[in-house]
């Protein structure tokens, strides 16, 4: 019972830490008249930043909670770099091919939805997709997920990890469950194999970042 009640309080952290990333794309929406924009822009980013923050605490606060020594200094190495890299070129590949081969004249409705509002929000849009987008959904999806998750250090526990946090993944960027499902749910799993072979949520921060800068 008492362990019933811990995932539900855990389950509760991470639907309030998608509340705060629901909160600030909707930041990103709204239409502005031109002459407001700059000062829109400058607010928009800040509190995408308190936001980022906040979350990131949520995340800090819940380390404790894992078994698998996550966070552990120094946070920088030339291998875990090289790693993230390869792993940055993998999610590259494998959506080069399956779109060629899966998805040949098919765009998924979540790109269809960025495309729109590209259009609409103007410069905002990188910001939202390049900063705010990587550094929420890893921390919500990488981070608060292994926190509180199969959180065992043994290797059933984080192949069964990975497969449901890319199904999570893929999830909430296809909620119809279309053919683009499978594209999202393989691009989930590589970014956790990245955070569980790493151990620092900086490297897939860093390679959702890379990937959005090409998408």
């Not at 309080?9 to 700059?38: D, E, S, V």
């Not at 909670?65 to 590949?93: C, E, T, Y």
């Not at 921390?139 to 890319?166: E, H, W």
Request: a positive charge; one cysteine or more.
């Amino acid at each position: 019972m008492k362990k019933i009640i811990s995932n539900l309080i855990h389950a509760l952290y991470i639907f309030f830490a998608f509340f705060i990333y629901t909160l600030l794309q909707l930041l990103y929406f709204f239409r502005i008249p031109k002459t407001w924009k700059p000062f829109y822009n400058i607010l928009a980013v800040a509190i995408s930043l308190v936001g980022i923050l906040l979350l990131a605490y949520l995340y800090y606060k819940g380390l404790k909670h894992q078994k698998l020594s996550f966070n552990n200094k120094p946070h920088w190495d030339i291998k875990r770099i090289l790693f993230s890299l390869g792993m940055f070129i993998l999610l590259i590949v494998c959506q080069v091919v399956m779109i060629k081969f899966f998805y040949a004249n098919h765009i998924s409705a979540n790109q269809k939805e960025l495309i729109h509002m590209q259009q609409r929000v103007g410069s905002l849009f990188k910001v939202l997709v390049i900063l705010v987008a990587p550094f929420c959904e890893e921390i919500i999806f990488r981070g608060l997920f292994f926190n509180y998750f199969f959180t065992q250090d043994n290797i059933y526990s984080k192949i069964f990890g990975i497969i449901i946090n890319g199904f999570l993944f893929a999830w909430l960027h296809d909620p119809t469950f279309s053919i683009f499902i499978y594209l999202y749910w393989v691009m989930g799993m590589i970014l956790a194999f990245t955070y569980l072979q790493t151990k620092d949520l900086r490297y897939s921060i860093l390679v959702h970042m890379l990937n959005n800068m090409l998408g």
